[in-house]
């Protein structure tokens, strides 16, 4: 019988086979790719998937660096801020820290898994660091804001002590009186030495009046200068001009700079502020007729909870009060120095740039 198969086989040298076979290795090849591909675009996707029903960034990397899988939220802080997206990667292999991307701060932790490739993950905590910022530096204007009437409350009953003849009654309450505005002074500094003050500040803009401003400070020193018999005295070169600032924070710098002033002068001595209106910058001085800085603590005064000691006695201030001034300075895009006057008593500089005047 005719075999019509063993007929067509016997056409097929060894030759022909050998092209064959190495033909099917390319293509099996190939198949076993795709295949392979096909499963991997299948994994990638229901990764991708889980992935992008967090809301936090997730990213998977290969072994070269190359992204894998990133979800939507990854996939933004990279289009936006790929740099401080892969270095907020790198520097976070093996452990967790916090790092910055843009203008949001992640805990980026990322590990190694072998067979699989880096795996990062990021936790958003912008609002509870914004949240931290607002409470502390809250906290910090609130703690200056009740100490200062506290410092005049015990300023005035000083000077109620030495000017008038008070009974066993009168006496007695003076001394609670004392007692008590201590204590909370006491229970300020505490709360003030908890508080860590952000170096940058978010400024309202407005418009400011800094001769309204020096002479609030000048009526809110009253109480701490008159035991002293401190005069404190305004001076004013130049033509006075307005400027766009933080009115708030401005009065606080220039009250901390006076109050510090007071606190360190012997009695019967004068502290003056001046304010130079000039056409290419504005100049606040604060100076006093105290002992000075010692010249090992002059580079140190603003730094936070800094505490000079100035003819033996140490400051019972909580160190925070000439960092937050250079803050708000810094945040004005100013500067602040200090020095020793020739003669006697420290000098402080505030310069702010002439681009902050109104109607220029």
């Not at 022909?16 to 299948?42: G, I, M, S």
């Not at 609130?142 to 006496?171: F, I």
Request: no cysteine; charged share 25%; glycine share 6%.
């Amino acid at each position: 019988m005719y075999d019509a198969s063993v007929s067509t086989l016997l056409i097929y040298s060894e030759e022909d086979a050998a092209l064959l076979r190495a033909f099917a290795n390319p293509v099996a090849t190939a198949v076993e790719n795709a295949r392979l591909y096909a499963n991997t675009e299948r994994q990638r996707g229901a990764i991708l998937a889980m992935g992008n029903t967090l809301s936090e960034p997730l990213t998977i990397l290969d072994d070269l660096g190359n992204v894998l899988v990133s979800n939507r939220t990854a996939q933004r802080l990279l289009n936006t801020n790929m740099s401080q997206f892969f270095d907020a990667i790198s520097s976070s292999v093996g452990r967790t820290i916090e790092v910055q991307i843009g203008e949001e701060t992640y805990l980026s932790t990322t590990e190694h898994v072998p067979g699989v490739g880096t795996i990062a993950m990021m936790q958003d905590i912008t609002y509870v660091k914004k949240l931290e910022k607002d409470r502390s530096e809250f906290m910090h204007m609130l703690s200056h804001d009740l100490k200062n009437p506290l410092m005049a409350v015990t300023g005035y009953a000083n000077l109620l002590e030495r000017t008038e003849t008070l009974g066993e009654k009168g006496k007695r309450f003076l001394d609670e009186i004392n007692v008590a505005a201590d204590r909370m002074l006491d229970m300020i500094t505490q709360l003030l030495d908890t508080v860590a003050h952000e170096e940058l500040i978010r400024l309202a803009q407005e418009v400011v009046d800094l001769q309204e401003i020096v002479a609030q400070v000048l009526r809110d020193t009253e109480g701490a200068a008159l035991p002293k018999a401190i005069a404190v005295t305004a001076v004013t070169e130049g033509t006075p001009y307005k400027i766009h600032g933080d009115n708030l924070r401005l009065y606080h710098m220039i009250l901390n700079l006076v109050d510090n002033a007071i606190k360190y002068s012997p009695d019967f001595t004068e502290v003056t502020v001046t304010t130079v209106y000039g056409d290419d910058k504005l100049i606040i001085r604060v100076a006093d007729e105290g002992p000075g800085i010692p010249e090992k603590d002059l580079p140190h005064v603003f730094d936070k909870f800094f505490r000079g000691i100035q003819e033996g006695l140490a400051s019972k201030g909580s160190g925070v009060g000439l960092a937050a001034v250079k803050s708000i300075v810094t945040a004005h895009k100013g500067t602040i120095t200090v020095e020793n006057r020739p003669d006697r008593g420290a000098q402080f500089t505030v310069e702010l740039p002439s681009d902050m005047r109104v109607n220029r």
